[in-house]
């Protein structure tokens, strides 16, 4: 069963700062990973889709990276803005696994 | 493109009634999904289906029933609802789980209350 860590849970940062979100997987057998954000008491944005012939993405200020022989994924945010703050999951896509299985989430705080 | 259409957006019911929370979506996409989000708990997989006719058990499912009768719908059924229940409902939707053409779609979520 694929489980998928994210870390640290919760994440508070002075506006402007560049940072690093972590996701790690236990099965890196996997087809994409997708990044979400979720704002609270909303739905889930997709941000970025890695297929696994990928290494990485890019959307303006976001970079997402996949590593697949260690497991980990990684969002990277230039400059962050309080438009920032919100949790952020991410969700592998693992071979002949049906029952997808989401991260536990960071939540993000970008101090103004 | 309407992409995953989930209703209600919010719902109360008394303990022991029952409803259906409604998703569709119109990608003609076979996999369906349905996940419950408490505080704390994250996003956990309820039921979910990989084409017309074919549903299986996610991490919760008790308390739940679901069908998929069309490649468009996939409906969860509560029958008897329990306070435990609480919770915001997602559905989800993608082309496959298998394959580069794999990418997750997800409806507004409902709010369900039971009191």
């Known amino acids: 069963k694929q489980e998928v860590t994210q870390i640290p849970a919760a994440l508070s940062v002075p506006e402007g700062e560049n940072l690093v979100l972590n996701c790690s997987f236990t099965?890196?057998?996997?087809?994409?990973l997708q990044w979400f954000r979720q704002d609270p008491g909303k739905g889930l944005t997709s941000l970025l889709l890695?297929?696994?012939?990928?290494r990485e993405q890019t959307s303006g200020r976001l970079n997402a990276s996949l590593d697949k022989s260690s497991g980990r994924s990684t969002l990277y945010i230039a400059a962050s803005q309080p438009g920032d703050s919100a949790t952020y999951l991410c969700?592998?896509?693992?071979?002949?696994?049906?029952?997808?299985?989401f991260g536990t989430g960071t939540r993000l705080t970008i101090i103004p | 493109n309407a992409g995953v259409t989930q209703t209600p957006k919010f719902q109360v019911l008394k303990t022991g009634q029952s409803m259906t929370l409604q998703c569709a979506q119109d990608?003609?996409?076979?996999?369906m999904s349905w996940y419950r989000q408490d505080p704390g708990m994250g996003l956990r997989l309820i039921h979910y289906?990989?084409?017309?006719?074919?549903?299986d058990q996610g991490e919760v499912p008790n308390g739940y029933n679901v069908s998929r009768s069309t490649t468009e719908d996939f409906p969860l059924r509560l029958l008897s609802a329990a306070p435990s229940q609480t919770s915001v409902y997602f559905c989800?939707?993608?082309?496959?789980?298998?394959?580069?053409?794999?990418?997750?779609?997800f409806g507004q979520g409902t709010r369900l209350t039971v009191v």
């Open positions: 890695i297929q696994s012939s990928q």
């Open positions: 969700f592998p896509f693992d071979f002949g696994n049906e029952k997808l299985t």
């Open positions: 989800a939707s993608s082309y496959s789980t298998q394959g580069m053409n794999t990418e997750a779609f």
């Open positions: 289906s990989v084409g017309a006719g074919i549903t």
């Open positions: 990608m003609n996409h076979e996999y």
């Open positions: 099965d890196s057998a996997i087809y994409n």
